[in-house]
């Protein structure tokens, strides 16, 4: 209602209003009739007379408009460029603090009912598959012979194996050739200068062993050695167990689950874990792996904390039929871990002893940062230059195993057989690529020194889910119990008892409190701090505000205006009389409202005019003293 | 008389306190005078730019600027109630928290012989029966025959059950019968292990004593859960029986459980313990539990000036049906917290040494309006059964507590008692067990409403574990440090120790930092305020005052110009009637005084600078005749400056 468009409907309902006041109402409705779409002034005196008048700028005022004082002006001025530059500095301060994009932390204890993790186990028992079985008896063969040679160890195999060992050799002869292309060599540390290593920090004793990696066609070779020939041996191992892993073309000639064999009982919050609650995988290393609760649909939530709500098994632990040169560990591997996330049981497992109940207890931690300017992380993955193998959500480790594998994919031309394959490639084995070898480890090597880029292309999710896990370890079962429990699982589960103690395990994994932190960040510093900052240094040094800038804005456009208009004015009266025209002054007001005219641009009248040409003791009369005694009141 | 002195002193008060109406007349007249006299930026150049795009750009700046300070203030009083953290990490002596330790195994197996013994060849008799499991061969045969004899009541109202090919006949374990079941079927889906083989789902059934219709199937996938489970069913029925005093001696004693004793480098006995009576765990005991006034402190870190204990586990005297793992269980909790021993214990294996390590955080949250906490419980609608202070887990079990002692009549063995109530047991509440599984489930999914009443706690205490554990004792040490021990224990016992019966366990602070996180409110009263001040600086160049002239203006005096418009149509259609009514009044007369008073001119009270500089010309009145200005009009206008403009007074004041 504040605007005088307003004023204008406002007077339809004034009919019956007196005649009198009606005019007055209809007088300036003319005078805004008459009014143009814009008006500018007749000269600059008269521009800056009227900013002068009505301008809102503290400073600006006495500087601009009080010219008459030659010292205040200079007084002024330097008040005002005092002014000027402290609020420049102030605001150079805020934005810095704006632009360094400061985050407060919150702590968030939440107590919702806590959805279980995902649990994952895993044998630490790699599997003889049926469909490698014979390649793999191949393998211990020359395992056995290379042992014998170094170490003079005669390593035990099933006998199975020694029986049709003759005829094998002969129909695989490939293997053998392969094996012997890259032999487990060891050798005195003087005698060799030829090779480099690719290990450089091995520099333990006189001997070192490992073995000899070349390019394709030979003309480079390095030897990746090792300090310890366990370890020597075991990477060797599975190297070739790689090579004839990767041979099976179809991966599902592996998917042998066998569940009832290694989970004898399960419960969950004190009922029975049903049998759809679980899916498999097999890892290379960790052998079968089974994860329960990874069913998005259906979750389970513990009711309470505490060892009896969480989930509980009896898993068994005994190792026969297993590999000794790849898995040196028995027990059970657990991990914890997010639905909908990969489990990368190397990075973070825990082991679990046989003859042991091992009870863990998880603490839930979720760590929110902001994304963009904030922190260097991302929200879903989409916006970091590697692609995501896995079909899971985004983590870093899902990004930094896909960038490996793809710049693999890219330098040796096949993929890695531990990480997922890419579109359109094929898993090494040197029946195929022969030097993939040798490319690995030096890729391995660029890999680690972040050569690839890897670490660095790869963000931290900004959505994090941690547990932590503390763990509590008594003997299982008691000594007085051990009968029954051992006699129980033989009749139920076959169990037969072979090493007692040993051969099973309990795990227990429960939350310990509800509760569950979460680490988030917001904003210390929002734009509306910043502009609520930015208009307290305004207003502190100057008393202005952003319509006062709009002002001085609509200063310089009508400035410039106006500098065309008797410019242009100006022009044409140079052109139509005398080569020095007059110039534009104040005084030349009526010749150029006369060109405004022209310019459909109606002439300006004052609110001064108005009153002065038009007095009349009617209007005066009555309103000359309640103005007098208004202004007394006052 | 009276009214002569009041109209005088009203009368000076009119004169010395002017009690003027709005700034104008009308509300555009108001608007224009405002947007004049404001210190507000922005409305001035409205009324003082020329040209109508000009005019209506500056209306447009005006009102987005006054958009904009309203969206940002109302972005920081939405933000007001903001918290920011801060974690201070204090090095000082450290106060040691209170450390309690129990045997796995709740009660002396010996000793319990007496009131365990018809269930225990009941167990061993339902080995037997279902699994061929027998450690004597004629010693059974003698328990089922003695079972036979005696005959106990409750086990044959919950026996064990085996199903057959998932149907619903059962196998009786006392009576041998095949019968068919009714009921709801729990746990349905057991057949998780060896799904092909049907002997061993094996349970138990729960039925309302009541209506025997109603009942609850229990199945379990492992014979060693459901054996497990139904004895410790009937076991809590017989312990529910016993006094405390009596079930304070069957448990193990201070001496009977800690062999040795150092803490901080110093030695310490059982006087350094408080018992503690835990019903599923027995007799614990709390190291500093502060119960004699004084809390133990450490001035140093690491793992010898902790605590360090060396505990006597007879694995031998353990109860082989109620408890499979053998070890102790212990709880770092504050002095005046309760050890929730049987959630989140942390085991100590024997035959090893367990080293604790402990990190210290100390939590504070702040309360309403900042997040859901509270701060001591009280403002809390459930009752606090334990005698120590709030956290939430009290407050689930204390609710759930309360909850079984109103529907079913008896406490729950597990949980303390309330007052006035008992210990469910089925000599007295035969329906219980059915009633507590159905409470349970009910509780578990959520029905009870205990999750939705209990809150957090503002502050807590917490000392993050971390565990390691080393083979104890090492072979070359084992035989004199047994014998040692043996000695020292010998005094009440003839027997040579043996090193599974053992745990080594130290407890100690890894370093003496001590993480305090605490809740601070972000935003201040003062930084809400000046953070106003900024909008309302930046936009508008408006302060607290201009605000309170937006008020007047625009509410009191738009409200009272409306409010006098809406009072004078009134008037003058009240006066219309009148005359309408009183016609015989000759017209003329009313004419020539309508156009002398001028009554609608009459209300004009009090024009501004502006009205009066604009005031219409009559040069184009329509009216024919303007009468000159008369002594009436002007001494008729003079008052009106000093009096209400209510016309009504006027006229009053005419006549």
């Not at chain 1, 209003?17 to 009014?35: H, L, N, V």
């Not at chain 1, 972040?450 to 660095?456: E, R």
């Amino acid at each position: 209602v504040l605007q005088d468009g307003s004023a204008k409907s406002e007077n339809a309902p004034e009919g019956e209003k007196m005649r009198e006041c009606k005019q007055g109402a209809e007088q300036q409705q003319k005078e805004d009739e008459r009014e143009g779409l814009i008006e500018f002034y007749g000269s600059y005196q008269e521009l800056f007379q009227f900013f002068c008048s009505n301008t809102t700028i503290h400073g600006a005022i006495r500087l601009v408009c009080s010219k008459k004082n030659k010292m205040k002006t200079a007084f002024w001025s330097v008040l005002f460029f005092l002014t000027f530059s402290l609020m420049y500095w102030q605001f150079g301060i805020l934005y810095r603090e704006y632009f360094s994009y400061p985050v407060n932390l919150n702590l968030n204890l939440n107590s919702d009912r806590l959805a279980f993790p995902a649990v994952t186990l895993c044998t630490l028992n790699p599997y003889r598959y049926s469909a490698i079985r014979k390649k793999l008896d191949e393998l211990d063969q020359i395992t056995h012979q290379t042992l014998l040679d170094l170490y003079d160890y005669n390593m035990s195999l099933a006998r199975s194996d020694w029986s049709t060992l003759s005829t094998r050799k002969r129909s695989s002869r490939s293997l053998l050739h392969h094996v012997q292309r890259h032999p487990l060599r060891r050798q005195k540390r003087d005698n060799l200068v030829s090779l480099p290593e690719n290990s450089p920090s091995v520099d333990k004793n006189d001997w070192k062993i490992g073995f000899v990696l070349c390019s394709e066609n030979n003309d480079d070779c390095f030897h990746q050695a090792y300090s310890s020939g366990v370890d020597a041996v075991r990477e060797w191992y599975s190297f070739h167990y790689i090579n004839i892993l990767a041979q099976i073309p179809d991966a599902k000639a592996l998917d042998e689950s066998d569940f009832e064999n290694f989970i004898y009982s399960c419960r969950f919050n004190e009922a029975t874990c049903d049998k759809a609650n679980y899916t498999h995988f097999h890892h290379p290393l960790y052998g079968n792996c089974y994860t329960f609760n990874d069913n998005s649909s259906s979750l389970w939530t513990s009711s309470l904390p505490g060892i009896n709500n969480g989930l509980s098994l009896v898993v068994r632990t005994e190792q026969h039929d297993f590999i000794p040169l790849l898995s040196t560990v028995t027990g059970a591997r657990v991990m914890v871990h997010d639905q909908n996330e990969p489990a990368f049981m190397d990075d973070g497992g825990f082991n679990v002893r046989p003859g042991i109940e091992t009870s863990i207890s998880m603490r839930k931690e979720m760590t929110v940062r902001l994304g963009g300017s904030y922190s260097n992380c991302t929200e879903d993955g989409s916006d970091v230059p590697v692609q995501n193998l896995y079909s899971s959500r985004y983590t870093e480790q899902v990004c930094i195993r896909s960038c490996f594998q793809l710049n693999m994919v890219e330098r040796c031309g096949c993929a890695y057989y531990f990480y997922p394959l890419p579109a359109g490639a094929t898993y090494c084995n040197y029946m195929k690529h022969i030097a993939w070898g040798y490319c690995y480890y030096k890729l391995l090597v660029e890999f680690k020194a972040d050569v690839l880029g890897c670490f660095h292309k790869c963000r931290k999710p900004c959505k994090m889910t941690e547990y932590q896990l503390s763990a509590g370890y008594s003997r299982w079962p008691s000594a007085v119990s051990e009968d029954w429990v051992f006699y129980m699982l033989s009749q139920q589960n076959k169990y037969n008892i072979t090493s007692k103690r040993n051969g099973v395990a309990k795990v227990n994994i429960f939350f310990e409190e509800w509760n569950y932190k979460t680490n988030g960040e917001s904003p210390a510093f929002t734009v509306v701090t910043l502009l609520s900052q930015l208009g307290n240094q305004w207003s502190l040094w100057f008393g202005s505000s952003v319509l006062s800038v709009m002002e001085l804005a609509e200063l310089i456009l009508d400035f410039i205006a106006i500098t065309f208009i008797l410019a242009f004015r100006w022009l044409r009266s140079h052109r139509t009389h005398s080569p020095p025209g007059p110039h534009p002054s104040s005084q030349d007001n009526t010749a150029f409202q006369d060109e405004a005219s022209g310019l459909s641009t109606p002439h300006r009248f004052t609110v001064e005019a108005v009153v002065t040409t038009l007095p009349s003791y009617n209007s005066l009369e009555p309103c000359g003293p309640s103005r007098d005694s208004e202004k007394g009141h006052e | 008389t009276a009214m002569a002195p009041r109209k005088k002193i009203t009368a000076k008060i009119k004169k010395t306190l002017p009690v003027t109406g709005p700034q104008a007349p009308t509300l555009s007249e108001l608007m224009r005078w405002y947007c004049l006299n404001t210190n507000t930026h922005g409305c001035r150049r409205i009324v003082v730019s020329r040209g109508r795009l000009r005019r209506f750009i500056w209306i447009l700046l005006t009102l987005s600027a006054v958009g904009l300070i309203l969206w940002q203030c109302a972005e920081l009083l939405m933000n007001y109630y903001s918290a920011s953290v801060s974690v201070t990490v204090q090095f000082q002596k450290l106060p040691f928290p209170a450390v309690t330790i129990c045997n796995i195994n709740p009660y002396k197996y010996s000793a319990m012989k007496d009131y365990l013994s018809e269930l225990d060849k009941e167990t061993k008799n339902a080995l037997e029966t279902f699994y061929g499991f027998s450690e004597g061969k004629s010693k059974v045969r003698r328990s089922v025959g003695d079972m036979n004899s005696t005959g106990s009541e409750f086990f044959q109202q919950i026996p064990l059950l085996k199903f057959e090919d998932f149907s619903r006949t059962v196998t009786d374990l006392h009576s041998g019968q095949k019968r068919k079941i009714e009921g709801k079927v729990f746990h349905k889906d057991s057949s998780i292990v060896n799904s092909g083989d049907s002997n061993d789902i094996i349970g138990f059934q729960l039925c309302d004593a009541n209506n025997s219709s109603e009942c609850a199937l229990y199945t379990f996938s492992s014979g060693v859960n459901a054996i497990q489970e139904w004895y410790k069913l009937h076991y809590m029925n017989i312990m529910a029986q016993i006094p405390l005093e009596t079930k304070e001696k069957l448990s193990y004693s201070a001496d009977d459980l800690i062999l040795t004793c150092f803490f901080d480098g110093l030695s310490c006995d059982k006087r350094h313990f408080t018992r503690f009576h835990h019903p599923l765990h027995g007799n614990c005991y709390t190291f500093n539990s502060g119960a004699n006034g004084t809390v133990l402190s450490t001035s140093t870190g690491g793992s010898e000036y902790g605590l360090h204990v060396v505990l006597y586990i007879d694995e031998a005297d353990y109860n082989p049906f109620l408890v499979t793992s053998t070890g102790a269980k212990i709880i770092v909790h504050d002095q005046n917290e309760y050890p929730f021993i049987e959630d989140i214990g942390t085991e100590i294996e024997t035959a090893a040494a367990t080293s604790i390590g402990m990190h210290f955080t100390r939590s504070r949250k702040l309360s309403k309006p900042y997040s859901d906490c509270t701060e001591t419980g009280a403002d809390i609608p459930v009752e606090n059964l334990y005698n120590k202070s709030y956290s939430l887990q009290i407050c689930l079990h204390s609710c759930f507590q309360r909850a079984m002692v109103d529907s079913c009549g008896c406490a729950q063995y597990a949980q303390p008692l309330p007052a006035g109530a008992e210990y469910c047991n089925y000599k007295k509440n035969p329906n219980w067990m059915y009633c507590y599984y159905r409470l349970h489930e009910k509780f578990v999914k959520e029905q009870l409403g205990c999750q939705q009443i209990c809150k957090d706690a503002c502050s807590f205490k917490e000392w993050a574990l971390t565990t390691s554990i080393a083979q104890w004792p090492s072979t070359v040490s084992e035989d004199w440090m047994l014998r040692v021990l043996s000695w020292d224990k010998g005094q009440k016992m003839n027997k040579k120790l043996n090193k599974t019966d053992l745990a080594n366990l130290m407890v100690f602070y890894k370093d003496l930092n001590e993480r305090f996180i605490s809740e601070n409110p972000a935003n201040t009263l003062v930084i809400l305020l000046s953070n106003f001040g900024g909008q309302l600086g930046l936009w508008m160049s408006c302060s607290v005052v201009c605000v309170i002239e937006i008020v007047e203006v625009f509410f009191i005096d738009s409200l009272s110009i409306v409010m006098r418009r809406r009072w004078q149509k009134a008037k003058k259609w009240w006066d219309d009637r009148k005359r309408k009514q009183g016609r015989k009044a000759s017209q003329e007369s009313e004419l020539e005084r309508q156009g002398h008073e001028n009554p609608v001119c009459l209300d004009e009270d009090l024009p501004t600078f502006n009205t009066a500089l604009r005031l219409p010309l009559p040069q184009e009145s329509p009216l024919p005749r303007t009468p000159p200005p008369n002594y009436s009009t002007l001494r008729l206008e003079n008052s009106s400056a000093f009096t209400e403009q209510l016309p009504d007074t006027l006229d009053v004041g005419q006549h």
